[in-house]
Nanobody
Framework: QVQLVESGGGLVQAGGSLRLSCAAS????????MGWFRQAQGTEREFVAS????????GFSNSVKGRFTISRDNAKNTVYLQMNSLKPEDTAVYYC?????????????????WGQGTQVTVSS
């Protein structure tokens, strides 16, 4: 089993920045590829970003490419999502996810473990 705990969400004005963190426990972190998804009210959960086990491969949705970055610290069992130039449409609950393969794609069905989510609200 893998436990994922997100932190770092909050309220920010448009154009601002936030950094989300996700701490993993319960399994060797290096065995996990990691991803971030988000779900706005009334919509389906959508892919945001992902990173491979070793950190050498990343993926981003078109809506966040160039504004968000993803990184991981395997010594701290933590993955980060740096969000810059935030827009009101980025408002959502952000979920950390992990898969025991090395999948860095966008299908949420490929991820085996999920955190509880952290709210990000961007005001205009």
């Amino acid at each position: 089993q893998v436990q994922l705990v997100e932190s770092g969400g909050g309220l920010v004005q448009a154009g601002g920045s936030l950094r989300l963190s996700c701490a993993a426990s319960g399994r060797t972190y290096r065995e996990l590829a990691m991803g971030w998804f988000r779900q706005a009210q009334g919509t389906e959960r959508e892919f945001v970003a992902s990173i491979s086990r070793g950190g050498g491969h990343t993926g981003f949705s078109n809506s966040v490419k160039g504004r968000f970055t993803i990184s991981r610290d395997n010594a701290k069992n933590t993955v980060y999502l740096q969000m810059n130039s935030l827009k009101p449409e980025d408002t959502a609950v952000y979920y950390c996810a992990a898969n025991i393969g090395d999948y860095v794609g966008s299908s949420r069905h490929a991820y085996n473990y999920w955190g509880q989510g952290t709210q990000v609200t961007v005001s205009s």
